[in-house]
T-cell receptor, first 115, second 113 residues
Framework: DAGVIQSPRHEVTEMGQEVTLRCKPI?????LFWYRQTMMRGLELLIY????????DSGMPEDRFSAKMPNASFSTLKIQPSEPRDSAVYFCASSSFGRTQETQYFGPGTRLLVL | AQSVSQHNHHVILSEAASLELGCNYS??????LFWYVQYPGQHLQLLLKYFSGDPLVKGIKGFEAEFIKSKFSFNLRKPSVQWSDTAEYFCAVNTGTASKLTFGTGTRLQVTL
């Protein structure tokens, strides 16, 4: 298995622009998680899905952030409009209850810089 | 809600020194416990995990962790660190019925030659 795939790996954009981050979970996994990592706040869970349905989005910082999972093999995290304080590394992770005993497998991350 | 505390924020050790990183969680019920490692510029990778059974868990690269239920602790240990162990280490917990992982703030380990 290729593991969790994220794209792009790096993104540089200007304040006010829309940013879309993409994630392909490991095939067969039914949970998908979006995290944000910054020096100041560490690793924060933004939102997670089970069977493509959002379960907990309490970590989404504000309305500028939205996440979708249209099918079992694809998810997006969108920031519109982006702000410099959104600069961070965004990780996607997936897991499968029972099969992997809740172990989350992380993707390589998207390093976002908003100027 | 559960929480995880990692009291050591930055640890510097010489090669061959022994390592112990503290992790304490707050939750009274059944928990699953994890240690993840993040090498510089890389993503998080699972080091080891505890679900049930023997409270002493062995992971990859010579790491081990001991679950002490009475102390709500899951400390990570390695008898002799190597320069290549330089990384950030995260303790995480979830409860038996939820998939959501709660991470500690991480411990940055720097191993000097």
């Amino acid at each position: 298995d290729a593991g969790v795939i994220q794209s792009p790996r790096h993104e540089v954009t200007e304040m006010g622009q829309e940013v879309t981050l993409r994630c392909k979970p490991i095939s067969g996994h039914d949970y998908l998680f979006w995290y944000r990592q910054t020096m100041m706040r560490g690793l924060e869970l933004l939102i997670y899905f089970n069977n493509n349905v959002p379960i907990d989005d309490s970590g989404m910082p504000e309305d500028r952030f939205s996440a979708k999972m249209p099918n079992a093999s694809f998810s997006t995290l969108k920031i519109q409009p982006s702000e410099p304080r959104d600069s961070a590394v965004y990780f996607c992770a997936s897991s499968s209850f029972g099969r992997t005993q809740e172990t989350q497998y992380f993707g390589p991350g998207t390093r976002l810089l908003v100027l | 809600a559960q929480s995880v505390s990692q009291h050591n924020h930055h640890v510097i050790l010489s090669e061959a020194a022994s390592l112990e990183l503290g992790c304490n969680y707050s939750y009274g019920g059944t928990v699953n416990l994890f240690w993840y490692v993040q090498y510089p510029g890389q993503h998080l990778q699972l080091l080891l995990k505890y679900f049930s059974g023997d409270p002493l868990v062995k992971g990859i690269k010579g790491f081990e962790a001991e679950f002490i239920k009475s102390k709500f602790s899951f400390n990570l240990r390695k008898p002799s660190v190597q320069w290549s162990d330089t990384a950030e280490y995260f303790c995480a917990v979830n409860t038996g019925t939820a998939s959501k992982l709660t991470f500690g703030t991480g411990t940055r380990l720097q191993v000097t030659l």
